[in-house]
């Protein structure tokens, strides 16, 4: 679920997810909503109550929510880890300005 919430809100809000169940995970973001909140429930109704009772709070504006229907990637951290190990944490073309500057005098 994506949250539209009051300005200044973020505090007040996370208390409301923090206390609640059915709440996994919720990040602060950029574009159009200002938080998504990861929600389980065993049945469509828990989900619906899940959403209903979240956003009953005054400092929610608007949610929006998507329900994943399959994975089409499955969550990965290692090629990311393996690449900032092998030193490609940087865009290639500062590793080449990098490496071709020659010792000052």
């Known amino acids: ?3 539209e919430i009051a300005q200044g809100a973020l505090h007040e809000v996370r208390d409301v997810l923090e206390c609640h169940p059915a709440v996994l995970d919720a990040f602060a973001t950029t ?11 065993r049945k469509q109704e828990e989900l619906q109550e899940a959403l209903l009772e979240v956003t009953r709070s005054p ?14 990637v499955e969550p990965r951290a290692l090629p990311l880890l393996a690449t900032h190990a ?9 590793r080449d300005r990098k490496s071709s500057r020659r010792p000052t005098r």
């Open 31 to 41: 574009g159009t909503g200002d938080v998504l909140c990861r929600m389980a429930a």
């Open 1 to 3: 679920m994506t949250l």
């Open 59 to 72: 400092h929610i504006a608007r949610s929006t929510s998507v329900v994943v229907l399959s994975t089409v």
């Open 86 to 94: 092998r030193g490609g944490g940087r865009a290639p073309a500062y």
